[in-house]
């Protein structure tokens, strides 16, 4: 069965810098894809980036890039020049494919990261 | 373009009873998916709707159930209401993905349905 850690519960970035959050998975299967969700305080899933488990470049969007490294089964998300609004809690999940394999669409998510932006 | 959208935002319910909640996909999306986020358990998968079919359900009980109408909407109903079925319920949707698994279809979500039992 697959797996997403995120060993973060809490992390605090000053307002304009770079910060790290890091996700791990564990899954036998060759074909996955890798997202990262934001979610402020109002609930709403915000979908951030996505990295497929055969693409060879990290996935870059805007502010945003995966850091994935296959061999190690790490996909961390790099949020760089830290904005008041980035706060909130962040979301490293999975997807596999067919029903058969244990797929069938579902996301599954790790326990989050709470960032905190500070001035 | 409107995203993913969800009603109520917010039912209050008894036990026993039953609870509807509904969602409408972002346009040209025929895949729905609902999600329920309950306070230490995180997120986890509840159904896959596709083109009308349920595709996939994750381990929830039978009394969670849902449908998918003609125009993509759809609909979770909660019965017999526990107090543990408490939580934020959540909307997908994606493009078709088709049985083969949609490993590059990107789940939209909706502002969520805040469930509480009393």
């Known amino acids: 069965a697959q797996k997403i850690t995120q060993t973060q519960p809490g992390m605090f970035v000053q307002e304009k810098e770079a910060v790290t959050l890091d996700c791990t998975y564990d899954?036998?299967?060759?074909?996955?894809?890798l997202f990262w969700y934001k979610q402020p305080s109002s609930g709403e899933m915000i979908f951030l980036i996505y990295?497929?488990?055969?693409?060879?470049q990290n996935a870059t969007e805007g502010r945003y890039s995966l850091n994935f490294q296959k061999a190690r089964k790490s996909a961390n998300l790099v949020i760089s020049a830290s904005q008041l609004g980035d706060s909130a809690m962040y979301f490293c999940?999975?997807?596999?494919?067919?029903?058969?394999?244990?797929?069938?669409?579902?996301?599954?998510f790790g326990t989050g990261t709470q960032l905190k932006v500070e001035l | 373009e409107a995203g993913v959208t969800q009603s109520p935002t917010h039912l209050i319910k008894t036990r026993g009873q039953q609870a509807t909640l509904r969602c409408s996909p972002i346009s040209g999306h025929t895949s729905v998916y609902w999600y329920q986020q309950a306070l230490g358990l995180g997120l986890q998968f509840l159904l896959w709707y596709d083109e009308g079919e349920e595709r996939n359900r994750g381990n929830f009980p039978p009394r969670f159930s849902g449908r998918q109408f003609p125009n993509y909407s759809s609909e979770l109903n909660v019965n017999a209401l526990e107090l543990e079925d408490s939580a934020l319920y959540l909307c997908a949707s994606s493009l078709a993905s088709g049985l083969a698994g949609g490993i590059t279809d990107t789940q939209y979500f909706g502002p969520g349905t805040r469930l509480t039992v009393l």
């Open positions: 999940a999975m997807i596999l494919g067919p029903i058969l394999t244990g797929g069938g669409n579902k996301l599954t």
């Open positions: 990295q497929g488990s055969y693409d060879e």
């Open positions: 899954t036998s299967d060759q074909s996955y894809g």
